[in-house]
C-alpha cells in the first residue's frame, strides 16, 4: 500500500502539523486509513438487491440521516424509548462501507438489516453497487456551511488547538477541492448525474430543507427506503417522535454522545465532535466578503446542475 501511496498525487494539511496527507485516487481525496478500506470494498463488496446505500460527503448531515433512516428502519421493533440510538452513536448504528466491510457480510448472512453507510463518489463505489438497483439516499448542504463545518471538526478530531488553525487556509485547500472526499462539486454532480441517468434509484435530501420541513422529508425518506408510514402510524405521533428522537438536541444531550469514543480501536474520534451547531449559516461568522464571492463563483462554474448548495 505504502508503495502505491507514493505513485498518487499527495497534499498534506500545513496546519495540522503533517499529521493530515490526502492522496488523490480516482478524482477524489482521502486520507490513508479510509483510502485503503475504499479500495478494499471496490475488490470485495458484492452488494445485495435490498441494500440501501446513505451516501455523503463529510460534514453534511450524515450522523443525523443515519439516525433517521435507523429509526425509520427498526420502529417496529423499538420506538424513542427503547431505541438503540439511546445508548449507542448514530455512526455506529449503520456499517460504514469502508470500514466495516465483514459487519455487512454478516448482515446480509443473517439478518434483513439493510442500511450500508458510505463517504465514496457516486464513481467510487464498488462496481457492484453501481450495477445494481440498490436504493441510494444522497445528503449535500449548504458549501458555506459544509467548509465551516470541515475546519471546526478535522482540527479538533486531531486535538489540534483550533487557534493554530487558519480558516482560510482551509477554505482555499477546499476551493482547490482538497477536503475529505472532495471534490464537493464532483461528489454532488458524481451522484446527480446519476440519478439523471436512472432516474428513480437516488433520493437527494437537503440539510437545509430537512430543518425546515422535517416531515416531509423524513415521510419521503422512509417511502423511497420502502418504508413508508401508514396513516395509524401518522396519526399516532410515529412520525414526529423519530423526529424528535433524533433531533440534534435529543442527540447531543445524550450521554453516550457527550462523552462516548466513536471507533474507540482504530480510528478514535469523540462522539461530542458529531454535535457542534447544527446552525444554518454559521459561517458567516467566518467568510470575509471575498471568500463568499469566491465560493459563489466557484460553485456558478461547478455545478451548473439543478441544485443549490450556495
Ligand atoms: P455543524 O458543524 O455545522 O454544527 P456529519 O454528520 O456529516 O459529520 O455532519 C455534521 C454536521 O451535522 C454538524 O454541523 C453537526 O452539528 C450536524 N448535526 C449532527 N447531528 C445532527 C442532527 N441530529 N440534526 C441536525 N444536524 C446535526
Given at each position: 500500500?505504502e ?29 490513508q ?8 470494498a471496490q ?28 429509526a425509520?428502519v ?35 448472512k ?6 450500508v453507510?458510505t ?106 427506503i ?17 423526529i424528535?428522537l ?11 454522545n457527550?462523552t ?41 462554474q ?9
Open positions: 500500500m508503495d502505491f501511496l507514493k505513485t498518487l498525487p499527495q497534499h498534506t494539511c500545513s496546519w495540522s502539523k503533517g499529521t493530515v496527507t490526502f492522496y488523490k485516487y480516482q478524482g477524489f481525496w482521502n486520507i486509513d479510509f483510502l485503503e478500506g475504499e479500495i478494499i475488490q470485495s463488496f458484492k452488494a445485495q438487491p435490498n441494500d440501501i446505500f446513505l451516501c455523503s460527503c463529510p460534514k453534511t448531515g450524515t450522523t443525523w440521516l443515519k439516525a433517521l433512516a435507523f425509520i427498526t420502529r417496529e421493533k423499538f420506538n424513542e424509548s427503547t431505541s438503540p440510538l439511546l445508548t449507542t452513536m448514530p455512526h455506529e448504528c449503520i456499517p460504514f462501507l469502508e470500514k466495516d466491510l465483514k459487519q455487512i457480510e454478516d448482515n446480509h443473517n439478518s434483513s438489516f439493510p442500511l453507510a463517504h465514496l463518489s457516486y464513481t467510487s463505489l464498488p462496481e457492484s453497487v453501481i450495477s445494481s438497483d440498490c436504493k441510494i439516499v444522497y445528503i449535500y448542504r449548504n458549501i458555506k456551511d459544509v467548509i465551516n463545518s470541515n475546519h471546526h471538526f478535522i482540527p479538533a478530531a486531531l486535538n489540534i488547538p483550533m487557534e493554530d488553525v487558519s480558516f482560510k487556509e482551509t477554505f482555499d485547500e477546499f476551493c482547490q477541492g482538497i477536503s475529505w472526499y472532495g471534490p464537493y462539486w464532483d461528489h454532488i454532480l458524481g451522484y446527480w448525474k446519476a440519478s439523471q441517468e436512472r432516474p428513480g434509484r437516488i433520493l437527494f435530501l437537503k440539510y437545509e430543507d430537512m430543518k425546515k420541513d422535517p416531515k416531509s422529508n423524513v415521510k419521503k425518506l422512509a417511502e423511497f420502502g418504508y413508508p408510514f401508514s396513516v395509524e402510524e401518522e396519526n399516532a405521533g410515529v412520525v414526529d417522535n423519530i424528535k433524533c433531533s440534534f438536541d435529543k442527540l447531543r444531550n445524550l450521554e453516550v457527550k462516548g469514543m466513536h471507533r474507540p480501536e482504530d480510528f478514535p474520534i469523540e462522539n461530542r465532535l458529531y454535535f457542534r451547531k447544527a446552525e444554518d449559516g454559521d459561517w458567516e461568522n467566518y467568510f470575509t466578503d471575498e471568500m463568499k464571492r469566491n465560493i459563489d463563483n466557484l460553485v456558478d461547478k455545478l451548473s446542475a439543478g441544485l443549490n448548495v450556495t
